[in-house]
Structures are given as structure tokens and as C-alpha cells.
């Protein structure tokens, strides 16, 4: 199976601040049809996850342009440009090129 | 729109079986997969299993023995199944649509005598 090691787990920021959070993968996320199906989601306290990156780097619809995707093959990247207090929760990143799908351990952002 | 919404019991008494149900609307079962998603509190997600839009199911190897998920078309439904149950599933248990895109609110388990 393939494990998605996130870092940090735990990260302290300040409003306005940028800040990134790492997922890397034991193996190349680049499927055979040349999509490499790597998502980032939010959880915000008492919510279910949302959906706010996929395709490593496509935005979906209706969230803000602060957040931004990178990466490729094993290494990807989430950053958010200037955090707002309603970007506090914990982000997940996920795979689904190779079965069975898999979840990062999770990055809790907090306000410092 | 797009809504999922998983219901059933919210305790299990232990070795008792798990019975959910996500009922879909705003997309159809034949078009998108639907997976099953687990979080013990305070935890993370752990992917359970998978109905693909065929009908073809694939299972979390580790609850492959415990686990079956069906459906009905019909009525815009997939079912979860779970038995021999232990505390250690105690969880929220959500359904997703097929890249993660859509969530339902999650419906939390206890199991518990």
C-alpha cells in the first residue's frame, strides 16, 4: 500500500502568515494515463473533510485562490499565501492512483 | 446539488454487526464511485472500501474479512456492512463520492455494551 507521510504535524501560524505542508510518497503517484491523482482536503472542527485541491494543483470551485497546490512523482506541496482564522482545521492530503486509496496522517493548523 | 447521507445506528453492542446506509442525490450511482470513510475520534481517515460505478467493490485489505458494500441503484443508495465488531471501531463513518469531492456529515458509531 502506499503511505503519505505528512509534515509537520502540527503547525503554528499567525494571520497573514504563508505556511506549507509537505506530503511525500513511498511511491510515484504519476499514473499509467499520465494524471497523478494527489488531493489536499480541510477539515475544519465537527465538519466532514472538503475537497480543496486536485490533480496535485487544481483548484476546485469556490475556494479561495490563497491555497495552492505543487509537486509531482513522490513530493508534493500545500501552501496557503496569507492564512485566515477560517483556514484553521486539519488538512489531509490523499491518494487514488493506486488502489487502495490512502490518507497523510494529517496536519493541524493552529493559531500561534 | 450534489448530497450524500449516511444513516443507521449510532451504538453497536460488540461482535454485533454494522449496518449503513448512503443515500446519494444530485449525481447517479451508475456514473460516480462511492467510498466509505472512517475516523475514530480525535484519529484520522481511514479509507475503508469502495463501490465503483460497475458495481465492482475493493476493500482496506485489514477489514477485507469483516467488510462487504453493496447497492441498490434504485434508490440512489450503497450500503455498509460490517460485522464482528469491536470498540476499536467506535467512529464517524462518512461516505464520499468518488475523488473526494463530496462529503455527507459523517454518522458517529459507538460500540459499546
Known amino acids: 500500500d502506499v503511505v503519505l507521510t505528512q509534515t509537520p504535524p502540527t503547525l503554528s501560524a499567525t494571520i497573514g502568515q504563508s505556511v506549507s505542508i509537505s506530503c511525500r510518497s513511498s511511491?510515484?503517484?504519476?499514473?499509467?494515463?499520465?494524471?497523478?491523482?494527489l488531493n489536499w482536503l480541510l477539515q475544519r472542527p465537527g465538519q466532514p473533510p472538503q475537497l480543496l485541491i486536485y490533480?496535485?494543483?487544481r483548484l476546485e470551485s469556490g475556494v479561495p485562490n490563497r491555497f495552492s497546490g505543487s509537486g509531482s512523482g513522490t513530493d508534493f506541496t500545500l501552501k496557503i499565501s496569507g492564512v485566515e482564522a477560517e483556514d484553521l482545521g486539519v488538512y489531509y492530503c490523499v491518494q487514488s492512483t493506486h488502489a487502495p486509496w490512502t490518507f497523510g496522517g494529517g496536519t493541524k493548523l493552529e493559531l500561534k | 446539488q450534489v448530497q450524500l447521507k449516511e444513516s443507521g445506528p449510532g451504538l453497536v453492542q460488540p461482535s454485533q454487526t454494522l449496518s449503513l446506509t448512503c443515500t446519494v442525490s444530485g449525481f447517479s450511482l451508475m456514473d460516480y464511485s462511492v467510498h466509505w470513510v472512517r475516523q475514530p475520534p480525535g484519529k484520522g481517515l481511514e479509507w475503508m472500501g469502495r463501490?465503483?460505478?460497475?458495481?465492482?467493490?475493493y476493500y482496506n485489505s485489514a477489514l477485507k474479512s469483516r467488510l462487504s458494500i453493496s447497492r441498490d441503484t434504485s434508490k440512489s443508495q450503497v450500503f455498509l456492512k460490517m460485522n464482528s465488531l469491536q470498540t476499536e471501531d467506535t467512529a464517524i463513518y462518512y461516505c464520499t463520492r468518488d475523488y473526494f469531492d463530496y462529503w455527507g456529515q459523517g454518522v458517529m458509531v459507538t460500540v459499546s455494551s
Open positions: 511511491q510515484s503517484l504519476l499514473h499509467s494515463n499520465g494524471n497523478t491523482y
Open positions: 490533480l496535485v494543483s
Open positions: 463501490m465503483k460505478y460497475d458495481g465492482d467493490t
